[in-house]
């Protein structure tokens, strides 16, 4: 597609459900990025992914979220059993080769509500 | 460590004013390179700048202009007659060539302008 897409654009779930977020990042990116924003802070990187591999996991909270890739295409971001404290914006992010000078490009993020 | 410090968490200015949001980082690397990303209340976050630690030229783009200086290790951001479309969240970001360079970028608490007409 011509830019990142995430969906749902909004998720509300009840305390204790699993969430499924979804990534589609620009065709022939091989990096990706998760990052979460809550209320009023800046972002937190989650993981990357360089092809359909995850060099870099150390921003996963805890064991409880979970991501994959396939096809060195889509993402999905997986939250098991949710928290109050998940409440937040996860922004989805690609860049052409994930080298540290690229710009990175970003969907408009799925907001997520935990009552 | 690697970190981004935005010190101001708000600002707000009157239409026409200029305003400077200032950025200071710290990492251990020789080569990085920061960024400057702007998020309206859209949320998409929107690419300003990138500066490589090796090129201490001050640029400018029509209103905008960065001044990065690493006597100091700050890349400040100035936006000159303010309009009320410069209203949004700005993010300062480094990238450290030496994270196994993959691009991840470590984000500063962003700074929210608000330009009032």
């Known amino acids: 597609g011509a830019g990142v897409s995430q969906s749902p654009s909004n998720k509300v779930t009840e305390k204790g459900k699993d969430v499924e977020l979804r990534c589609d990042p620009i065709?022939?990116?091989?990096?990706l990025y998760w990052y979460r924003q809550r209320l009023g802070q800046g972002l937190e990187f989650l993981i990357y992914?360089?092809?359909?591999?995850?060099?870099?996991k150390s921003g996963l909270p805890s064991d409880r979220f979970s991501a994959e890739r396939t096809g060195e295409s889509v993402s999905t971001l997986t939250i098991q059993r949710t928290q109050q404290e998940d409440s937040a914006v996860y922004l989805c992010?690609?860049?052409?080769?994930?080298?540290?000078?690229?710009?990175?490009?970003f969907g408009s993020g799925t907001q997520l509500s935990v009552l | 460590a690697q970190k981004v410090t935005q010190a101001q968490t708000e600002i707000s200015v009157v239409e026409k004013e200029d305003v400077t949001l200032d950025c200071v980082y710290e990492?251990?690397?020789?080569?990085?390179?920061l960024f400057w990303y702007k998020q309206p209340p859209s949320g998409e976050l929107v690419f300003l700048i990138r500066?490589?630690?090796?090129?201490?030229q001050n640029e400018i783009s029509g209103r905008y202009s960065w001044n990065f200086q690493k006597s100091t290790s700050s890349f400040n951001f100035t936006i000159t007659a303010s309009q009320v479309v410069d209203s949004a969240v700005y993010f300062c970001?480094?990238?450290?060539?030496?994270?196994?360079?993959?691009?991840?970028?470590?984000f500063g608490q962003g700074t929210t302008l608000q330009v009032k007409p």
């Open positions: 990492t251990r690397d020789t080569t990085y390179y």
């Open positions: 500066r490589n630690s090796f090129d201490e």
């Open positions: 992914f360089q092809g359909n591999s995850a060099p870099d």
């Open positions: 992010a690609s860049s052409p080769d994930g080298r540290a000078n690229e710009k990175l490009f």
């Open positions: 970001a480094l990238s450290p060539h030496g994270s196994g360079n993959t691009g991840k970028l470590i």
């Open positions: 065709s022939g990116h091989t990096a």
